[in-house]
């Protein structure tokens, strides 16, 4: 029983994989990598994470410069945001966040295990749900 499970989960994830929704998505975070502006956003937002990353390991933490390193790092991911590409993989995943939301329901509910009250959280959480999300202390 258990190897016809994993065989119409694979037969899931093949249907996933298809769809226009991973494929959009997969498309459209490509492109964004392939953007010069986005791409040096990236490598500037992982330089300052690491540094915050070494300076929280040193012995003596400079709060001062972990504070300044943090600002910086916000407004590095603010702008990254903004950018047209990371727009639209932002709503790219959005949709298939929703998808994915839509199968786990249905799975859920096979399972009679979905609650109502588990889609109370799903607009402040976005797609990933409680686990995603730090907000709102839902769960």
Do not use: W
């Not at 258990?2 to 249907?15: D, V, Y």
């Not at 791409?39 to 994470?49: E, M, P």
């Not at 249905?106 to 979905?114: K, P, S, V, W």
């Amino acid at each position: 029983m258990n190897e016809q499970i994993l065989t119409k989960a694979r037969e899931l994830g093949e249907l996933i994989a298809a769809s226009e929704e991973f494929n959009a998505m997969r498309g459209l975070e490509a492109e964004a990598t392939q953007d010069q502006e986005v791409s040096d956003l990236y490598d500037q937002y992982a330089d300052l994470r690491e540094r915050m990353d070494d300076l929280q390991k040193s012995a003596k933490p400079d709060a001062a410069e972990f504070r300044k390193l943090r600002e910086q790092a916000m407004d590095v991911e603010s702008r990254l945001s903004r950018q047209d590409k990371m727009v639209a993989v932002s709503q790219a995943r959005e949709t298939f966040g929703r998808l994915m939301d839509g199968i786990n329901r249905a799975i859920q509910e096979e399972l009679g295990t979905y609650e109502e009250d588990d889609d109370e959280f799903e607009s402040s959480c976005g797609s990933g749900g409680c686990d995603s999300c730090a907000g709102c202390g839902g769960h």
